[in-house]
Nanobody, 114 residues
Framework: QVQLVESGGGLVQAGGSLRLSCVASGRIFSINAMGWYRQAPGKQRELVAIITSGGSTNYADSVKARFTISRDNALNTVYLQMNSLKPEDTAVYYC????????WGQGTQVTVSS
């Protein structure tokens, strides 16, 4: 089992920045990759960014050059630095961990006002 706890969401004006954090606990040695997904009202959950245990990253086209994913293995934490936020980035952001199973955090709300 892996437990994920997110923090860092909130309300920000367009053009602003937020940093999300996700702390993993439990069977962390089994984690292959971690990432962030988001789900806006009435829309499907979509991948935002992912980082492998080796440090390779992948981003959704809509956030490239604005968002940066990183991880601190010593702290078992993955971060999502979000810059130049847009109203369309408004969503619940979920932390994700990939092992033999998939694990999800409880989600953190990000609201970007215009």
């Amino acid at each position: 089992q892996v437990q994920l706890v997110e923090s860092g969401g909130g309300l920000v004006q367009a053009g602003g920045s937020l940093r999300l954090s996700c702390v993993a606990s439990g069977r962390i040695f089994s984690i292959n990759a971690m990432g962030w997904y988001r789900q806006a009202p009435g829309k499907q959950r979509e991948l935002v960014a992912i980082i492998t245990s080796g440090g390779s990253t992948n981003y959704a086209d809509s956030v490239k050059a604005r968002f940066t994913i990183s991880r601190d293995n010593a702290l078992n934490t993955v971060y999502l630095q979000m810059n130049s936020l847009k109203p369309e980035d408004t969503a619940v952001y979920y932390c994700y961990a990939d092992t033999a199973s998939s694990y999800w955090g409880q989600g953190t709300q990000v609201t970007v006002s215009s």
